[in-house]
């Protein structure tokens, strides 16, 4: 039996609303880069650092790095559950579940605070 205390949120249908907001977001984020690249075939570092430097845009892939970070631990939360499982692993499950939630959730916290100082100049 696995329990909620390692999970994003209280429930599957939050989990389920997490995995589609975010990948809305996402969504967003992938069709305006890639138009934005589409329209400006000759684009160059200085109008491309140029985009970057406008508060909407950072605020944007802001919104785009956090629903990354959530869209990742619900499926990667996910998968462990389903997968790494005693029936799977044996007596082996729990250390091997925690141990890759564990991994997953320091990798994504560090890419989130990463890109946080990437994008902000931290």
Same mark, same amino acid.
């Given at each position: 039996m696995v329990t909620n205390i390692t999970n994003l949120s209280r429930s599957g249908l939050y989990?389920?609303?997490? &995995?589609?907001?975010?990948?809305?977001? !996402?969504?967003?984020?992938?069709?305006?880069?890639? *138009?934005y =690249?589409?329209?400006?075939?000759g684009l160059g570092f200085e109008q491309w650092s140029? !985009?970057? &430097? &406008?508060? %909407?845009?950072r605020v944007f892939t802001m919104m785009a790095l !956090?629903? !990354? $970070? $959530?869209?990742a631990w619900v499926g990667m939360w996910t998968i462990s559950t389903d997968y790494l499982t005693e029936k799977a692993l044996g007596n082996k499950a729990l250390p091997v579940r925690f141990s890759f939630q564990a991994i997953c959730g320091v990798a994504m916290f560090?890419? +989130? +605070? %990463?890109?946080? &100082? *990437? =994008? %902000?100049?931290l």
């Open positions: 989990d389920w609303m997490v &995995q589609r907001v975010t990948a809305i977001v !996402l969504a967003a984020y992938f069709v305006f880069l890639t *138009i =690249l589409m329209v400006n075939p140029g !985009l970057f &430097q &406008q508060t %909407w845009m !956090l629903a !990354l $970070g $959530g869209h560090s890419y +989130v +605070v %990463w890109g946080i &100082q *990437i =994008l %902000w100049g």
